[in-house]
Nanobody, 125 residues
């Protein structure tokens, strides 16, 4: 049974940084992609970053240059380093696994088969 557990969320001021982690169990990183999504209240879920087994990455324009996705295959852990945070980054952040491509943006959450429960990130101005 695949389980994804996110951690590292919290409250920070604008301009601050956070690093999210996603520990995967029952899942082996293979040729599929992992991703980070976020969803603010009343808004659609947005894929913000994705990575494949070769380390290729993709980012949504909204976070490009500020967020960095990475993975430690030995630890089966996915990371999202978030710098220069803005109030509009406030959302629940989710880890997703088993994507067929480096899907990011809106309307792509159905491309991933496994999801974590989420970790809240709140950025104050």
């Amino acid at each position: 049974q695949v389980q994804l557990v996110e951690s590292g969320g919290g409250s920070v001021q604008a301009g601050g940084s956070l690093r999210l982690s996603c520990a995967a169990s029952g899942y082996t990183y293979s040729s599929y992609c992992m991703g980070w999504f976020r969803q603010a209240p009343g808004k659609e879920r947005e894929g913000v970053a994705a990575i494949d087994s070769d380390g290729s990455t993709s980012y949504a324009d909204s976070v490009k240059g500020r967020f960095t996705i990475s993975q430690d295959n030995a630890k089966n852990t996915l990371y999202l380093q978030m710098n220069s945070l803005k109030p509009e980054d406030t959302a629940m952040y989710y880890c997703a696994a088993d994507g067929s491509e480096l899907w990011v943006g809106y309307g792509v959450d159905h491309e991933y088969n496994y999801w974590g429960q989420g970790t809240q990130v709140t950025v104050s101005s």
